[in-house]
């Protein structure tokens, strides 16, 4: 078929290449994201390889879709003329399964759904060798080709909230392995207890792309040790511990922008979930935009200050505390060495940011201080803070406020930059239902085509002309949903008017923050900054990017409605 170019959300852009899974093709996917990466375009960040497809990430400030696009065709042009270029080398990887049991919960329903033994399952599964088309989903997941069609299994209606680390399972006619604990919706057959992914590893994940696989089944297995190579052990740095934890709040959590260029490995993003709070506080504090910062869920954290700082707190409205004395919101506070910030419960939104002049210098992991809950890497110690626990802080400038000190204030409002404005977010959340500006996903037709790219009319390249009468996106856009409590940093799951894609699934592709996905049982998932990089629900639209700091604010029973951008 001919390569059909779709927007995937409005800062990429997807390239289908075929609706098939073939090594020629996959082969191909993978030149073409090498090929893209190694120019070294201005504009263009990572590009995510999957089966048959691949995205290309972009910042529409700086380069249009449509010169994207061109750019692909011509990658595809140049991949044509050398059809027989050769990828590295594949390796030949043993991976040891104990079938069945507690860590293979569906195989015996699986076996019967088949009219077949689970040892029959069992064998038809491991007679086989697996080629790894693409990582994806989480952090190292392998998504493998090859699998006998007869145990093909349809994916679970609701996916499991939790998947222990090392499962695997089968969903539609692929197998795969999960490396760590997270949702997802494969029948479960067999567990492993090897370590698929390391973000301290010079090559992080223990498999790639071209790799060839078998299982191997046994009685039991034990964990095994990393033989990956180290990235490197930086030596020791001198940071001041600024900020001791007294009472961690519900959830706090150490974030930046995100962590960027591992997309391929299957590392989401991550970074703050209301990007435009988190940079309100550092800019509040005069930090670096991507300086690290915390992030503040429902209920807030009560902290001890061991030296003179500046802090700001922006976001969701909560009363803030410095020794028993209030403070206000989206400005600079000075707080002296020994005095207590308090945060107490946020109202309105769910998450706000305290930024502290200087950063919270924490180690970087893959390029990133965030923290990546479901990997537990990242952030402090690839968790939320617990009590005791001591923050590291970093240098700031000298600032008018410390004059105020010998005043006997326990903590003072400084004056804000005259360009600084508190972000309006809140002003939104008000409403007793929060709209979300839509533009089509690449299913949201429920066909298995995507839309072609238009020619556009405005210098960022985010106008974009789609065909009419998108059945699926006008359905989800004429009723409002409500926020379930089972969501988190990876995606809000969503109730109200159950809706049809009208296919049952789709090759497993890239997803972006923003990407409304629909399960089959028809309750649509808007993915979040912790979300999977790929998988295999029906993409039926994408949140603008600027709409998702406000997505982020939205706690359980908050009632939402999409509209279709402009």
């Not at 299913?443 to 059945?471: S, Y």
């Amino acid at each position: 078929m001919e390569p059909v170019f779709s927007m995937l959300g409005d800062k990429a852009v997807c390239v289908t290449l075929s609706n098939k899974i073939s090594p020629e093709v996959n082969n191909l996917a993978i030149r073409l994201a090498q090929a893209i990466e190694t120019a070294q375009i201005p504009g263009i960040g990572e590009v995510q390889p999957a089966y048959a497809s691949i995205a290309v990430h972009f910042d529409p400030e700086q380069v249009r879709a449509t010169y994207v696009q061109e750019l692909v065709r011509e990658a595809l042009t140049q991949a044509a003329s050398c059809p027989d270029q050769e990828l590295s080398t594949p390796r030949a990887v043993d991976i040891p399964v104990v079938y069945g049991g507690e860590g293979g919960p569906d195989l015996t329903w699986a076996a019967g759904r088949m009219g077949i033994s689970p040892d029959e399952l069992v064998r038809r599964h491991t007679e086989r060798t697996y080629r790894v088309y693409m990582i994806g989903f989480t952090p190292g997941f392998p998504y493998l080709g090859g699998m006998d069609e007869s145990i093909a299994l349809p994916r679970m209606d609701e996916p499991r909230k939790q998947v222990p680390a090392g499962s695997v399972g089968i969903g539609g006619n692929q197998t795969g392995i999960y490396p760590s604990e997270a949702p997802g919706g494969w029948r479960l057959i067999g567990h492993t207890d090897i370590s698929l992914f390391s973000p301290f590893a010079k090559e992080p994940s223990l498999l790639r792309p071209g790799d060839m696989v078998r299982f191997v089944p046994v009685s039991h297995t034990a964990p095994s040790g990393d033989s990956r190579e180290p990235s490197g052990t930086a030596a020791p740095s001198l940071t001041v511990q600024g900020l001791t934890v007294q009472a961690p709040g519900f959830l706090t959590l150490v974030v930046d922008e995100g962590r960027f260029g591992y997309r391929h490995l299957g590392v989401p993003v991550s970074g703050a979930a209301d990007l435009q709070s988190y940079h309100l506080a550092n800019s509040l504090c005069g930090n670096h935009p991507n300086h690290a910062a915390l992030e503040i869920t429902l209920l807030g954290p009560r902290l001890r200050a061991n030296l003179d700082m500046t802090v700001a707190v922006t976001g969701s409205l909560a009363a803030i505390t410095v020794n028993g004395s209030e403070v206000p919101m989206n400005q600079p506070i000075f707080v002296p060495a020994g005095a207590e910030i308090e945060i107490g419960s946020l109202s309105v939104g769910c998450r706000c940011y305290l930024a502290v002049a200087g950063g919270i210098p924490v180690p970087l992991v893959l390029g990133s201080r965030s923290t990546y809950l479901r990997g537990a890497f990242g952030g402090f110690h690839g968790r939320g803070l617990r009590k005791g626990d001591s923050l590291p802080v970093g240098p700031a400038p000298h600032h008018q406020a410390i004059a105020n000190k010998s005043a006997g204030a326990p903590a003072t409002t400084m004056p804000a930059s005259p360009c600084i404005r508190p972000v309006p977010i809140l002003q939104r959340m008000s409403d007793a239902e929060i709209t979300l500006r839509v533009i089509p996903g690449p299913e949201c037709e429920g066909e298995r085509t995507v839309h072609p790219i238009p020619v556009q009319t405005d210098h960022h390249g985010a106008r974009l002309a789609f065909p009419a009468g998108e059945g699926t996106l006008d359905a989800l856009c004429q009723e409002a949903y409500t926020v379930r409590p089972e969501s988190d940093r990876m995606g809000l799951r969503l109730e109200g008017r159950r809706l049809s894609a009208k296919i049952g699934g789709i090759l497993s592709s890239p997803v972006v923050p923003g990407t409304i996905q629909l399960p089959p049982d028809g309750r649509p998932l808007l993915l979040m900054c912790d979300a999977q990089t790929s998988g295999g629900y029906p993409r039926i639209a994408c949140v603008v990017s600027e709409d998702l700091p406000l997505a982020a604010q939205l706690r359980p029973g908050a009632r939402v409605r999409f509209t279709r951008a402009t």
